[in-house]
């Protein structure tokens, strides 16, 4: 099966804009969605499909993507988006697969 | 209000058996997958599979094939999680996901569970 790759940590200053990827074969064929999970919480869809953002999700998350990249983008980083991403994809027909995670930390 | 409910906690000892579940409200139950999603401590989210409650069309990942079961009983929106033979290496939780879309088996989970934390000790 395919497999989504993300950098364990990424770091951003408060107010700054970081960009946390999620690579894999999968996404040259279908979107990526992305999830925030906080500490003792269950994940939250942040961005998912071409661009869309579930009711209540901050604009400043974002997602573009090129090839076997997915990047979702926080544009202004806010102490509240301290978290765990993930991204995850189809995977040939109706599979799902998850990245691995990435640990953002707002400094 | 849209929501998925889940079973709480359990503890159970290894080779024993176990079935959670996970109730839908605020939609048609029937007309949406509903996935399983595992995380042990400290780790990252595990696809596990996904059920039709409509027609039960059921589709595990081949990490867990032969391992679980899903079933589901539309007519009390419920869908379940179930193992045979537990392991100590099962201790997680374990979260019911809805997609975003109706019928459409996308992983885009708009609406999770609680999650049910599931303990195998002896």
């Known amino acids: 099966s395919s497999e989504l790759t993300q950098d364990p940590a990424v770091s951003v200053a408060l107010g700054q804009t970081v960009r946390i990827t999620c690579q894999g074969d999968s996404l040259r064929n279908y979107y990526a969605n992305w999830y925030q999970q906080k500490p003792g919480q269950a994940p939250v869809l942040v961005v998912y499909?071409?661009?869309r953002r579930p009711s209540g999700i901050p604009d400043r998350f974002s997602v573009s993507s090129t090839g076997t990249t997915s990047s979702l983008t926080i544009t202004g980083a806010q102490a509240e988006d301290e978290a765990d991403y993930y991204c995850?994809?189809?995977?040939?027909?109706?599979?799902?697969?998850f990245g691995g995670g990435t640990k953002l930390t707002v400094l | 209000e849209i929501q998925l409910v889940q079973s709480g906690a359990e503890v159970r000892k290894p080779g024993e058996s176990l079935k959670i579940s996970c109730k839908g409200s605020g939609y048609t139950f029937n007309r949406y997958w509903i996935g399983w999603v595992r995380q042990m401590s400290g780790k990252g989210l595990e696809w596990m599979g996904i059920?039709?409650?409509?027609?039960?069309?059921?589709r595990y990942s081949p990490s867990f094939e032969g391992q679980v079961t899903m079933s589901a009983d539309k007519s009390m929106s419920t869908a379940y999680l179930q193992w045979s033979s537990l392991k100590a290496s099962d201790t997680a939780i374990y979260y019911c996901?809805?997609?975003?879309?109706?019928?459409?088996?996308?992983?885009?989970?708009?609406?999770w569970g609680q999650g049910t934390m599931v303990v195998v000790s002896s």
């Open positions: 499909g071409e661009n």
């Open positions: 995850n994809s189809r995977d040939r027909s109706i599979y799902v697969v």
């Open positions: 996901v809805r997609p975003e879309g109706e019928a459409t088996a996308s992983g885009a989970y708009d609406i």
């Open positions: 059920i039709y409650p409509d027609d039960s069309d059921t």
